[in-house]
């Protein structure tokens, strides 16, 4: 099996031994992170079909890459420290 391509410059310790990316020094947080991450997706497709919905039932069109701004904002807060 090929090793997955790195950048040249990438910071030693980023991948492990199985070649995923690590961002945590607990590799639980990483699998956390990405089962939040998960969560978030499917939540933004239903917020995207009710967006649709809505549409169809002819409710003024909205902005939907202001709600998503929003949506990511509210996602990332607790990481930027907002």
Known sequence: ?????????????LYDETGNARFFAEPA?????????NMAQEMWVQEERLL?????EGSAPVDREA?????????FAPIRGA
């Open 52 to 56: 649709a919905l809505e549409e169809a």
């Open 29 to 37: 947080m990483d699998r956390f992170v990405a089962v939040v991450m």
């Open 67 to 75: 709600k998503l701004k929003a949506f990511i904002d509210r996602l």
């Open 1 to 13: 099996m090929s090793e997955t391509p790195r950048p040249d410059d990438t910071p030693p310790g």
